[in-house]
């Protein structure tokens, strides 16, 4: 081979290798920012767990308020992490003193699951115990992660349970489902 036609492969196989990059590149883009939808429309964690918690979607909640601690730490972050543990552990409770032991069972699931074999293969675990379980892990996590946040600023925590104290008075039937207003994990 000539030094020539060598040089003009090395040139081809460049640009084949850059327009593969930027067709992958130009993919991904479209993966993340739909056509019509910017950055800055997107939902951030916080709005996609206030909506995980009116759906209940605990296990999909507490994802996001995870990624919330992982992307932004600060004291709120973590009092939000840890409000969401207890606003699984409040749903958990509802349901056991109103005696709907097929939701704690298909809460289970939510927590245990979300994989498609799942579907073929589904777990299956008596209600009453999963309660126990589920509510033993939330309230373990949900001091470990109060205790970081009162780490970063004691004050600042205080202040935001005061803010949930209320939240839950105000609306003793429901509270999980949703965070207190002024922590505006939803954007006005």
């Known amino acids: 081979m000539t030094e020539t036609k060598c040089a003009s492969r090395v040139r081809l196989n460049r640009r084949t290798v850059l327009a593969t990059c930027l067709l992958v590149l130009a993919i991904a883009v479209q993966e993340l920012y739909p056509a019509g939808l910017s950055a800055t429309e997107r939902m951030s964690h916080l709005e996609r767990a206030a909506v995980f918690?009116?759906?209940?979607?605990?296990?999909?909640?507490?994802?996001?308020?995870?990624?919330?601690?992982?992307?932004?730490?600060?004291?709120?972050?973590y009092v939000y992490l840890t409000y969401?543990?207890?606003?699984?552990?409040?749903?958990?409770?509802?349901?056991?003193?109103?005696?709907q032991w097929v939701r704690?069972?298909?809460l289970y699931l939510n927590l245990s699951t979300g994989r498609v074999e799942d579907l073929l293969d589904p777990p299956?675990?008596?209600a009453r115990i999963?309660?126990?379980?589920?509510?033993?892990?939330?309230?373990?996590?949900?001091?470990?992660?109060?205790?970081?946040?009162?780490?970063?600023?004691?004050?600042?925590?205080?202040?935001?349970?005061?803010?949930?104290?209320?939240?839950?008075?105000?609306?003793?039937?429901?509270?999980?489902?949703?965070?207190?207003?002024?922590?505006?994990?939803?954007?006005?």
């Open 53 to 77: 918690l009116k759906a209940g979607d605990y296990r999909q909640a507490l994802e996001a308020c995870q990624a919330e601690v992982r992307d932004a730490p600060s004291v709120r972050s």
């Open 84 to 99: 969401a543990y207890h606003a699984l552990d409040g749903y958990l409770q509802h349901l056991a003193h109103t005696d």
């Open 104 to 106: 704690v069972e298909q």
């Open 124 to 126: 299956d675990v008596l």
């Open 130 to 188: 999963a309660k126990e379980v589920i509510q033993q892990a939330v309230q373990r996590q949900a001091d470990v992660t109060a205790a970081m946040a009162a780490r970063l600023d004691d004050r600042l925590v205080a202040q935001l349970w005061q803010e949930q104290t209320a939240w839950r008075r105000a609306r003793p039937d429901d509270w999980w489902s949703g965070a207190p207003p002024q922590w505006q994990w939803v954007r006005p």
